[in-house]
C-alpha cells in the first residue's frame, strides 16, 4: 500500500547533443518528461522548443496505406540509428498509395455491383415462377403492370373483386404474412386501380430492366455475383501480394518515422538559450540508477532531487503495489488517482472487496466457477478483471465452505462437518439469521472506524492537523461514532453489554458534540487559516446544528448500509431454495433446471455482489478518506506508443 518514491530529474548541455540524450534515456518508459517551461521561470531567458514535427505527415500516410491494405504494422526497434530521407519516403508512399487506390476503387465498384445484383436476385426470387417474358410487358402500349406484395388477408379480399375485367391479380409466392405477386391494369385505369391497391397496403416493388423471364434473369443475377466474387478474390489477392512485396518496407519506415516522431515530441518539451537546453522529468527512485548509468558518458549535467514537499508541485503518482493487490488498481483508478502525498488504498480495498464479495456470494461450487472464469480471462490476455475475479472466486469458495453451501445446496457439506472434522457445520443460514445480519452491522462499524483512522492518516501526511483532530471523519469523529455505538450496544444489547459505563461514554459522547459543532474554529485556530472567525454568528451556529445532525445521520446510514452484507447471504440461499424448489424430483429435467438456475442466479448475483461492494467501498468508506485528486506517472515509452497503435488497429478492424 504504498506510492513509490519519485525524484526530479534536471538535464542541461548543448543542444547538438539532446537528441543522444532523447535516444538513451526518455524513450523506455523510465521518465516522466515534463513541460521545463512549467519548471524555470522565463526570466532566465529559456524559451520553449517549438518545431514542426517534420515526420507526422509521413507517419499518418503509411499507417493510412496499411489500413487499406488492411494489415497491421510491426515496430522494430532496429531502426534507431538508420538515414532519414523524406523525398525517397514520399515517393515510394505516393506510388504504394496510388496502386493501394486503383486496386481499392476497382474492388469498391465492383462489391457495389455485386449489391446490385444481389439486390435484383432478391426482389425476383420472389416471382421465378411467373413465365413471362418481362420484354412482353415493358412493350406494352396498352396495359400497365405493377410486381409487389401485400397483406396475405387483403390478397384474399381481391376474390370480391374477380368480376372486375379491368383488375387482374397474380399471385407469385406467398412468405409469411405476405403474398408476393403482380397485377394488371389498362392504361386508362392505372390510377383507379393504384388507389384501389395502396387501400389494400400493397407495397410496390421496382424489378431491374431486363427483358427475361424473372426466373432467366435470376440465373444471370446469380452469374454476376460468381464472376464478381472470383474477381474480387483476385483483388484481394493482388492487395496482399502487394502488402508482400512492400510490407517490410512500411514496417521499417513505420518504426523509423515513429521514433523519429516520438523524440520530436519529447524535444518539444524542453526549453533552450541559444545553443543549450534545458530537460526535466520525474524519474521512479527504483530507476535512479540505470539513469544515472544512461548518463555517466555524456556531455551533459545532470541532477536528481527529492520533491519540494510542496502539494501544488507534487510529482505523479505511481502505484506500488504486489502481484496479489495489484489487480485492485483498476477499481483505485475508477476512483482517481491518489496524490503523491496521500495514502495508496488499493491493499485496503482489495482486502474488504475481496473479503465482502466472498461473504457475499458465499457458495463453493459457485465461487469455484468464478475464480475458473477469473483464470482463463488472466491467462489469456493478463486482465486485471480476470485477476479480481479469480481472488473473489476463491474468496466466495471459502465463504461457501463455511456457510456449507455448494451449487445452492446447503447441506451438502454438513456429512463432511459431523464425520470428517466432528463439529457441527460453523453456520446454518437459514437457522442463523440474526447472526448473520447483526454480523454484518459489525463488519461495518469496524470498517467504518478503520476507514476513519485512515482518514486521520491522510489528514497528518496532507499536514491538515486541524482535520485530523475535528472534523467528522477525525479523532473527534472516531470517538463520537463509537460512543454512539457503545451506547446503542447497552440499549439493545441486554445483560452482555450492561457493563457498558453509561455515564463517561455519554460525557465523551457530549464532548465530542461540542468539537464537531465547533470544528471549522477549532481547525482554522490549530491550522491557522485566515478564515476562521465566522461572518454571523447567529448563520454559524444555525447552520452548524444542522451539519452536527447531518453527521450523526450520515454514521447511522453508513453502518445500515452494510445490512446489505448479510442480506445478500440471505438473497442467495433464498433464491437457490427457489430453483432447488421448482426442479423435479430426479432426471435430466432436475439436473437441466439446476445448471440453468445456478448459471442465471450466478449471473445476476455475480453483477449485483459485484456492484453492491464497489458502492460500500466507495461510498461508505473512500468517502471518508480518500481525494483521488493524483496526476498518474506517465512516462513516455516507445514500445507502448506502438502497442497502442497496434491495440487501436485490432478494434477498428474489429
Same mark, same amino acid.
Given at each position: ?10 538535464? &542541461? ?254 524535444? &518539444? ?353 473512500? &468517502? ?31
Amino acid at each position: 500500500m504504498a506510492v513509490e518514491k519519485m525524484k526530479l530529474l534536471t538535464v &542541461s548541455g548543448k543542444l547538438d547533443r539532446l537528441d543522444e540524450l532523447i535516444d538513451r534515456c526518455c524513450l523506455d518508459g523510465r521518465i516522466q518528461v515534463e513541460q521545463a517551461g512549467e519548471h524555470i521561470s522565463g526570466s532566465l531567458g529559456y524559451m520553449p522548443l517549438s518545431e514542426a514535427d517534420p515526420y507526422a505527415d509521413r507517419l499518418s500516410a503509411v499507417r493510412e496505406v496499411a489500413h487499406d491494405l488492411g494489415q497491421e504494422l510491426h515496430y522494430r526497434d532496429t531502426v534507431r540509428g538508420s538515414r532519414d530521407d523524406a523525398q525517397v519516403d514520399n515517393d515510394l508512399l505516393s506510388a504504394l498509395s496510388k496502386q493501394v487506390k486503383d486496386l481499392q476503387d476497382r474492388k469498391n465498384a465492383l462489391n457495389a455491383e455485386i449489391r446490385q445484383a444481389e439486390d435484383a436476385l432478391r426482389d425476383l426470387s420472389h416471382f421465378v415462377g411467373m413465365d413471362l417474358p418481362l420484354k412482353e410487358l415493358y412493350d406494352s402500349r396498352f396495359v400497365r403492370f405493377r410486381f409487389g406484395r401485400m397483406p396475405r388477408e387483403n390478397a384474399q379480399k381481391l376474390a370480391l373483386l374477380k368480376d372486375d375485367p379491368y383488375l387482374l391479380f397474380f399471385p407469385c409466392q406467398t412468405e409469411g404474412e405476405d403474398v408476393w405477386g403482380v397485377y394488371f391494369v389498362p392504361v386508362n385505369k392505372v390510377d383507379e386501380v393504384d388507389r384501389l391497391f395502396a387501400s389494400l397496403y400493397f407495397q410496390r416493388l421496382r424489378l431491374p430492366q431486363t427483358y427475361e423471364t424473372p426466373e432467366r434473369a435470376a440465373e444471370d443475377c446469380r452469374e454476376k455475383i460468381r464472376q464478381g466474387g472470383e474477381e474480387r478474390q483476385r483483388l484481394d489477392d493482388e492487395l496482399r501480394r502487394l502488402w508482400d512485396e512492400k510490407g517490410d518496407t512500411c514496417d521499417e519506415m513505420y518504426s523509423r518515422l515513429l521514433y523519429r516522431s516520438a523524440v520530436h515530441e519529447v524535444r &518539444s518539451r524542453v526549453v533552450v538559450r541559444r545553443d543549450s537546453f534545458v530537460l526535466i522529468g520525474w524519474v521512479p527512485v527504483r530507476e535512479e540508477k540505470a539513469v544515472r548509468a544512461a548518463l555517466a558518458d555524456l556531455p551533459v549535467q545532470a541532477e536528481l532531487t527529492n520533491p519540494s514537499g510542496k502539494r501544488g508541485d507534487a510529482p505523479p503518482t505511481k502505484l506500488k503495489n504486489g502481484a496479489l493487490v495489484r489487480p485492485y488498481e483498476e477499481f483505485v483508478e475508477m476512483y482517481g488517482i491518489p496524490d503523491y502525498h496521500d495514502i495508496d488504498p488499493t491493499l485496503f480495498l482489495s482486502v474488504i472487496y475481496t473479503l465482502l464479495f466472498g461473504i457475499m456470494f458465499a457458495d463453493l461450487g459457485q465461487g469455484l466457477c468464478v475464480a475458473a472464469l477469473g483464470l482463463f480471462l488472466w491467462l489469456k490476455s493478463r486482465s486485471r478483471m480476470g485477476g479480481i475475479l479469480l481472488r473473489c472466486g476463491l474468496s466466495s469458495a471459502v465463504f461457501g465452505t463455511l456457510f456449507g453451501s455448494v451449487f445452492g445446496n446447503e447441506h451438502l457439506l454438513d456429512g463432511f462437518y459431523t464425520d470428517v472434522l466432528h463439529i457441527d457445520k460453523p453456520i446454518e443460514i437459514m437457522r442463523d439469521i440474526t447472526f448473520i445480519l447483526v454480523a454484518a452491522i459489525g463488519i461495518g462499524v469496524f470498517l467504518l472506524v478503520v476507514a476513519m483512522l485512515l482518514g486521520v492518516a491522510s489528514s497528518v501526511k496532507r499536514g491538515h492537523i486541524g482535520e485530523a483532530l475535528f472534523s467528522e471523519n477525525g479523532v473527534a469523529g472516531i470517538f463520537t461514532y463509537l460512543s454512539l455505538v457503545l451506547l446503542i450496544l447497552r440499549f439493545m444489547g441486554g445483560e452482555t453489554f450492561a457493563a457498558v459505563p453509561a455515564g463517561p461514554v455519554t460525557a465523551v459522547l457530549l464532548v465530542c458534540l461540542a468539537v464537531l459543532y465547533f470544528k471549522q474554529i477549532l481547525i482554522g485556530l490549530v491550522e491557522r487559516r485566515p478564515d476562521w472567525k465566522p461572518d454571523s454568528i447567529g448563520d454559524y451556529l444555525l447552520a452548524n446544528l444542522f451539519e452536527l445532525i447531518e453527521y450523526v445521520l450520515s454514521y447511522f446510514s453508513n453502518t445500515v448500509s452494510f445490512l446489505r452484507v448479510g442480506a445478500f447471504v440471505l438473497v442467495h440461499a433464498g433464491m437457490m431454495l427457489v430453483v432447488y424448489s421448482m426442479a423435479p424430483a430426479a432426471g435430466a429435467g432436475r439436473i437441466a433446471v439446476l445448471v440453468l438456475g445456478n448459471v442465471l442466479i450466478m449471473g445476476i448475483e455475480g453483477v449485483l455482489t459485484y456492484i453492491q461492494v464497489l458502492r460500500l467501498g466507495f461510498y461508505e468508506m473512500f &468517502s471518508r478518506f480518500y481525494q483521488g485528486d493524483g496526476k498518474p506517472f506517465s512516462a513516455f515509452s516507445l514500445a507502448r506508443l506502438a502497442q497502442r497503435a497496434g491495440a487501436a488497429r485490432r478494434s477498428d478492424k474489429a
